[in-house]
């Protein structure tokens, strides 16, 4: 009997993706906003996301939207259909209440897009691996 749950490279790297793309917009918005008085930067808690959600825990939204009528435009995907957002403790913040630090941000949406690319280059490297065991040919 094995009580150790099998590791599926692909799905960890489909989720990976995912998620890092839900927190480069969160960064990238944080990046418009630098500006905005009052504007709370926000981010997610990557790490323990991405465990919850290899465990099986997956995000419904928090708050259920239904149409009256087929003619009604779907809801898409919302901040409320993903993992919680936080808020970034400030370093400092600015006279006019924005948290945004715009060097702390570019350094967190480089850092993101290098795991982004990592990520990618794993999963492409997952599905020829997966392919050429299919096909026998590279």
């Known amino acids: 009997m094995n009580l150790v749950p099998e590791f599926d490279p692909m799905g960890f790297n489909v989720a990976a993706l995912q998620l890092r793309s839900y927190r480069q917009q969160i960064l990238a918005s944080n990046l418009a906003n630098a500006d905005t008085p009052g ?13 919850e959600q290899m465990q099986g825990l997956q995000y419904q939204p928090r708050l259920a939207l239904r149409g009256s009528d087929l003619h009604h435009l779907g809801t898409g995907r919302s901040a409320l259909d993903g993992p919680a957002l936080l808020y970034r403790a400030a370093l400092q913040t600015s ?14 949406f480089a850092e993101n897009t290098l795991g982004f690319e990592a990520a990618a280059a794993l999963l492409g490297s997952t599905v020829r691996s997966r392919q050429m065991a299919l096909t026998g040919q590279p």
């Open 39 to 51: 504007y709370q930067a926000r981010d997610v808690a990557f790490d323990a996301t991405l465990r």
């Open 95 to 108: 006279i006019d209440g924005n948290t945004v630090d715009p060097d702390v941000e570019r350094a967190h």
